[in-house]
């Protein structure tokens, strides 16, 4: 368990009860009454006892955070805790762990009421980002009401994380003029990776990888498949994360944000149905590529993304064998559809 650093606070019983302690001991020492020193010794005793036991619970527990796959803004979730008891014999009570984002606790807590020896408990707690972003968790604190609830008594544990949160993505709506058969019109060519077209007999040259054994063992020929190309199902997104002004104002960052989820949605969806997609913007390009491991870079990158004051072109040039879509957080219409040469 790194970091040693412990805090005490009183609870409002702790107050009363030492407030009460010390009443006590003032008419102790002043009559000299013994019934008066029992009792106060019976009180530093709950005291003393209190201090200790809570240190035991804190002692050698181990904590780590599970954190999801994705995290998109706007959405809760759910950020895995778990917590091992190290000690050999004496089992942990009452412990409470707070997650620490920059130093600052988030306010969500997680409650073990008991973690035997050597033991590893888990639990989770809900939480939600607004903003996409990258966010630095710094550790934990640790801390124990045991066993009279009279102090509270914490230990910062150091634990460093980053989670990327990816901006949020919507159902995809059409918008204005825009068809929905955008990328997906066959080519008229084939190919190894499209739609598959027809079967057709093997000849000398031919990739073996395309041969279709079940139907060639069915009629004892070897034939192989023949796919369309695909070259009509590839989308090009074009973001343009170019502000004018260097402060802008909440309006404004909203829009970017907005335009921003757009690419995003646009992104998952056509990776959804198939297809190859490409990110470009003015500081970067992703792609293109297919699949929901590409989605992760272009969700990555879109979470990391910055608006730039300088008037730079785009990372790539729309000069591709597809179609080109371009998301501007400033201009009326947010989608244009565009022919690539």
Not at 19 to 28: D, K, P, S
Not at 66 to 91: V, Y
Not at 226 to 245: K, S, V, W
Request: hydrophobic share 40%; net charge positive.
């Amino acid at each position: 368990m790194a970091g040693r650093r412990r805090k005490l606070q009183f609870t409002r019983e702790g107050k009363y009860f030492v407030a009460l302690t010390l009443g006590i001991g003032f008419a102790a020492i002043n009559t000299g009454n013994n019934l008066l020193y029992l009792v106060l010794g019976m009180m530093l005793a709950f005291i003393i006892g209190s201090g200790v036991l809570s240190d035991i619970s804190l002692w050698s527990l181990d904590v780590s955070r599970r954190i999801p796959d994705r995290i998109f803004a706007g959405r809760p979730f759910l950020m895995g805790i778990n917590l091992k008891n190290s000690k050999r014999r004496f089992s942990s009570f009452s412990i409470e762990v707070e997650d620490l984002l920059a130093g600052e606790t988030l306010d969500k807590k997680c409650y073990f009421l008991k973690v035997p020896s050597g033991r590893t408990q888990h639990t989770s707690y809900r939480h939600a980002f607004e903003r996409r972003g990258l966010y630095r968790f710094s550790g934990f604190r640790v801390s124990t009401k045991f066993p009279f609830a009279m102090f509270r008594k914490s230990r910062t544990v150091t634990c460093a994380s980053e989670v990327i949160v990816f901006p949020a993505i919507y159902p995809l709506l059409p918008p204005p003029g825009y068809s929905a058969e955008v990328g997906d019109r066959p080519e008229g060519k084939l190919d190894r990776r499209g739609e598959f077209y027809a079967l057709r007999d093997y000849v000398d040259g031919d990739d073996p990888r395309d041969i279709h054994w079940r139907k060639s063992a069915r009629i004892g020929q070897l034939v192989i498949r023949q796919h369309e190309t695909q070259m009509g199902r590839r989308i090009a997104i074009f973001l343009d994360n170019h502000q004018h002004d260097p402060q802008p104002t909440k309006e404004q960052i909203a829009r970017q944000e907005r335009a921003v989820s757009q690419a995003a949605s646009m992104a998952a969806h056509y990776l959804r149905v198939g297809y190859v997609v490409r990110l470009v913007t003015r500081t970067a390009a992703v792609g293109p590529g297919s699949g929901q491991a590409h989605l992760t870079q272009i969700l990555r990158a879109l979470a990391l993304l910055e608006f730039t004051g300088e008037d730079r072109p785009y990372a790539a040039p729309a000069t591709w064998a597809g179609e080109c879509i371009f998301v501007s957080p400033s201009g009326s219409t947010a989608f244009k559809n565009v022919r690539a040469a």
